[in-house]
């Protein structure tokens, strides 16, 4: 049987016009990146895409790395799932992007105010390696330490752990109740910031631990009597809660830690209760009324300002410790090593904009 001379010829003309796989995925712009789940054709050159769990994880970090977030985010799941019970049954596994810095995570076009993110339009989850885990930072270098940038580092580096546990929440809540209607912001990102301090102790997951970031802030509101009335927070949607995040982001916290953890408070099962409200009614006024119609406010504020000032710093510089009773995060940030990055911002949030 004879072959054409010019078959070769042709297949190598094919060859040399039809560029390899990996040549075409590394000229994709991050910005271009494929959102929400990933088909193998998606995936961008040096990613990868594991399912683990509940999660579908797209990755440009290392597979140790990858491994703790994927470990974490389970078990938060297990916490989110058995603390606000869902009928929902889970379907496809959840979305999470992680990139291997911040810059390629801003590319992506990521809020800059953001150290992470939950998309309801993507449904993905979206983050970065921000080189602290479990609370401890990776440095990265060698070469000569500098006390004070390192001090910054530690200070404002957000835990890459603590920021996957609290939008792992939003992405779990939104699934929880897809709505496009206004979601309660004080419960939305106060659980997340509560969620966010859970960890792994003794092989079990622990949870309610002090959100120390947030403490100073709070308790020095309280004590200029310039913090948010409970009974109009639990009424703040996205919006009015961004108009005084910083604020709004440490009330959230300690009220919903408030809620679940005081020992007689968290018998009444508030928080659940207006959760599963706003889940079904999908909206907050009809939650609100539901949950805390027979609530005496100031009874209630006065307990909690109480909880909020008993609450123990574990593990913090006792200037530091100082400084936070005194002007909390108010106080603009010091300046870090000319040479070194500006330190992320901590806040997180729940859609691109």
């Not at 496009?180 to 997340?192: Q, R, Y």
């Not at 959100?211 to 009974?231: F, M, S, V, W």
């Not at 100031?298 to 200037?319: F, N």
């Amino acid at each position: 049987m004879s072959h054409s001379p010019l078959l070769p010829v042709l297949g190598a003309l094919l060859m040399l016009l039809t560029p390899p796989v990996s040549a075409q995925r590394e000229e994709t712009p991050i910005k271009d990146y494929k959102r929400g789940a990933w088909r193998p054709q998606d995936i961008p050159a040096g990613w990868t895409v594991k399912i683990v769990g509940k999660y579908e994880l797209q990755s440009s970090i290392e597979a140790d790395k990858l491994a703790k977030i994927g470990a974490h985010l389970n078990a938060m799941h297990e916490l989110y799932s058995k603390t606000f019970p869902t009928r929902r049954t889970p379907g496809k596994p959840f979305t999470v992007k992680v990139f291997a810095n911040r810059k390629d995570y801003l590319a992506y076009g990521a809020p800059p105010s953001s150290a992470a993110y939950y998309s309801k339009r993507d449904k993905e989850m979206v983050g970065y390696d921000t080189g602290k885990t479990d609370g401890v930072m990776d440095t990265g270098t060698t070469g000569p330490r500098n006390p004070i940038r390192d001090r910054l580092r530690e200070r404002y580096t957000l835990d890459t752990l603590a920021v996957f546990a609290h939008e792992g929440w939003h992405q779990y809540f939104h699934w929880m109740c897809p709505s496009e209607v206004p979601f309660p912001s004080w419960c939305d990102e106060g659980i997340g910031e509560y969620f966010g301090t859970a960890r792994k102790v003794d092989g079990k997951m622990s949870v309610g631990a002090v959100n120390e970031y947030r403490l100073g802030t709070i308790r020095a509101a309280i004590k200029r009597d310039k913090h948010i009335p409970l009974k109009d927070l639990v009424t703040f949607d996205q919006a009015k809660y961004y108009e005084v995040a910083d604020l709004a982001y440490a009330q959230g916290w300690s009220f919903v830690h408030y809620l679940l953890e005081h020992p007689e408070i968290k018998k009444q099962r508030l928080l659940q209760k207006f959760m599963n409200t706003f889940v079904d009614q999908h909206e907050i006024e009809k939650a609100v009324q539901s949950t805390f119609a027979k609530v005496d406010w100031a009874k209630m504020e006065a307990d909690w300002k109480a909880w909020v000032s008993a609450m123990k710093y574990v593990e913090v510089d006792p200037t530091e410790a100082a400084e936070n009773e005194a002007g909390g995060d108010s106080k603009p940030d010091p300046k870090p090593d000319k040479d070194d990055p500006a330190p992320p911002p901590r806040g997180g949030g729940n859609e691109r904009p």
